[in-house]
């Protein structure tokens, strides 16, 4: 028979504040067989006063036989490993592609009762420039901030970068039901183009390190690759759909 392990904890839950770390921190205890004597401090003054009196700098603090931990230590002491920290990443824009592709899938099956790889491969384009566009659009200052930091147009004239999630996002919805494509297309191939210039200049001529603004401001994408998969796509997208206008 197993021994029976116990753990104690003291963490913030006020009326205002409910401390997301103490819940991770219970949640894991609970997870992880523990059985947990659970404290809370019902007040700024009462976690203020909890963290003088013991002269801890933080709560929750947490309690496994002999060891106080800290919520970074409990996960260590758990053998689950850190939390991810800030850094750059690819997540956000992996995530809109995924669940993007998702969509032009059933959306086409929806419609035609079948797969059709072009059909497909143009709501997923479509889908992902009005995602992106709404992430952008969601702080325009934000965006704005990190665009102009590469983009060649956007450093000439700063009001571009707050045009550009306008005419990614609604040349994406246009594009879907494949209207006013004599005005979606050709906006869409311009702001692409000179997207995918400034950022082979940025990236691959002056090697500059900068974070991508694709999925909006204050993200911690790198700009490089699929930043510039971004601009290719709604390139490929617009000439594709200036073929078939003109044919």
Partial sequence: MSEKKNATIYRMVTPDH?????????????RSGYDVEDHLLESMEANEEYKEKNSYHETP???????????????EHLGKGPDPKEGETYQPVIAVFAVTFAM???????????????????????????VLGTLKLQDLLSFSTGFVQYDLIAQ??????????????????LMIAGLFTWVAAPAALIVSTIGAISIIKA????????????????????????SLTENLMMMAMAVWMIVKMVS
């Avoid at 603090?61 to 996960?75: C, K, P, S, V």
């Avoid at 709501?123 to 420039?129: E, K, Q, R, V």
């Fill in 18 to 30: 409910l401390c997301p770390w103490g819940v991770k921190a219970k949640d894991l205890l609970k």
């Fill in 61 to 75: 603090q947490i309690f496994i036989g002999g060891d106080r931990l800290n919520y970074d230590q409990l996960r």
């Fill in 104 to 130: 032009a899938l059933t959306t086409c099956w929806a419609l035609q009762g079948s797969l059709s790889a072009i059909r497909v491969v143009e709501l997923f384009i479509a889908f992902s420039m009005c």
């Fill in 156 to 173: 000439r004239y700063v009001p571009y970068s707050y045009v550009y999630p306008f005419v990614e996002a609604g040349a994406g919805v």
């Fill in 203 to 226: 990236v691959y001529v002056e090697k500059r390190s900068l974070k991508c603004a694709c999925v909006g401001g204050g993200s911690s994408v790198p700009l490089g690759f699929i």
